[in-house]
């Protein structure tokens, strides 16, 4: 083997920006480690508790940015009980103590209160970047404390995060006579917003590139807005029906033809047909287009809009634009990577207006395709044996038949084999959803043929155990299992346990398994946290039939933490 000198490895890891690339380098030789561990700059962790925050400044001691996971993703859903843990203190206050150069932090699924807030505004002179994704436990008085000290505070984004609103004298706080601020996100805020605190913080940030507001800014206020931000790339608007409406319109229609930087649209919340001629100067250069918060535009109208976006990449809609609003998105977007249909219906069980039909004409005109979320009454095998066929390129493949145990809508047979064609054509696909009818089958088929998947869901489905063991032993690359409402139990959880080394985490919800499985498992594997979610049963060692009681959900995570000290009663470490 060459050595290099340590200064050359330096400037070629400089190259690598994949923390996965940044993790497998440093596994080549000592030498290389250290470079590495002394180059980092950027860290992920993608589970709080899989590592302790001092072990991570120990390991990294020039790290600059930060980004820290909480909760698992079944939190999305409900699923996980109110008071479950990953507060964000320990990991603020530990790089206050041990970087003071801290320049970005990124959490996501987090409790942050307003008091670490307080001493991330405090502790690091040159912080630039806040981003804060589904977070909870702050209001606008820790948004206020961040936007009063980071002087040089470049990103602020607040994205589906539960903000308690205690008014909006936060906007006022940023540095004066200008910002450096290019990106800022408060489309989640519910309270009201000072339209002219605003407009006064929009016009002295000269190099703002991505503005997201809330319901709640008027459209006169937008109008006014667009004004002083000829240079944007990404928008979510405001309301569009709160404000001075009449004198907004022509001042709306001239600010969007000014932006003709703009990339990426979102908002258009209560929005109605009358206002979809006032975005069209933008529609000829849009690449995302998020429609997903407009239900009351009629689809005649979103459709002759999105016929003229013909460099769309990113586009999210409702259903109610029917399949065939979708057959007209696939012959005019045919740069489309990433479609999402949600359902237009509160009641998402009353949603009819795409079917299998529409899936099929996207794959047809958009072979570019490689995200995919759709949201169906029904479908078949032969549909999506035809989306492999014709999509051999994605990457994510989510589909959600609503009524849960769907059949094949024309043969009434279950829908393994038109998953299997998904797993056997899309050799990259990196994350899978299954909804249906859907036999031990179907994991043979992702076993065998999904080597690159990474993120699986599983939801009402599998016969036996044999389902859940195919893909433990199968796809190599596995890093989430998402598992509930499906028949597996002990054995299938004990058959992985050569897997859990590798894998990220397992949830299960509403198995079969039970607390003397876990503690099975726990007990054979102590670099395992086994977390169990189970009010209603207590761990007794001495109690039989406590062990063989079904636990309503585990969360089964790789650690190097041990367990965490934390956790909530209703929550056992076995």
Partial sequence: MVYFPEEVVEY??????SHRDRNAVSLVCRSWYHVERLSRRSVLVCNCYAVRPEFVHARFPRLRSLSVKGKPRFADFGLVPAGWGATAEPWVEACAAECPGLEELRLKRMVVSDECLRL???????????VLVCCEGFSTDGLAAVATSCRFIKELELHESL???RGSHWLECFPKPSTLLESLNFSCLTGEVNGHALEKLVARSPNLRSLRLNRSVPLDVLARILSHTHRLVDLCTGSFVRGNIADAYSGLFNGFQHCSLLKGLSGLWDATSWFIPVIFPVCKNLTCLNLSYAPMVRSTY??????HCKKLRHLWVLDHIGDGGLKIVASSCVELEELRVFPANADVRASTAVTEEGLVSISAGCDKLQYVLYFCQRMTNSALITVAKNCPRLKSFRLCIIKPGSPDAVTGQSMDEGFGAIVHSCKGLR???????????VFLYIGMYAERLEMLSVAFAGDTDDGMTYVLNGCKNLKKLEIRDSPFGDSALLAGMHKYEALRSLSMSSCNVTLGGCKSLAATMPSLNVEVMN???SIDEADENTNNA????VYIYRTVAGPRGD?????SIV
């Fill in 12 to 17: 070629i890891l400089g190259f690598l920006t």
């Fill in 567 to 571: 956790a909530p009663e209703f929550i």
């Fill in 535 to 537: 009010e209603a049963v």
């Fill in 431 to 441: 994350r899978l959803s299954l909804s249906g009818l859907l036999t031990d089958i």
């Fill in 302 to 307: 979103l459709i002759e809009f999105i016929r």
């Fill in 163 to 165: 903000v308690e609103d």
């Fill in 550 to 553: 079904k636990v309503e959900k």
């Fill in 120 to 130: 991330l505004a405090c502790s690091f002179p040159n912080f630039r970047s806040l």
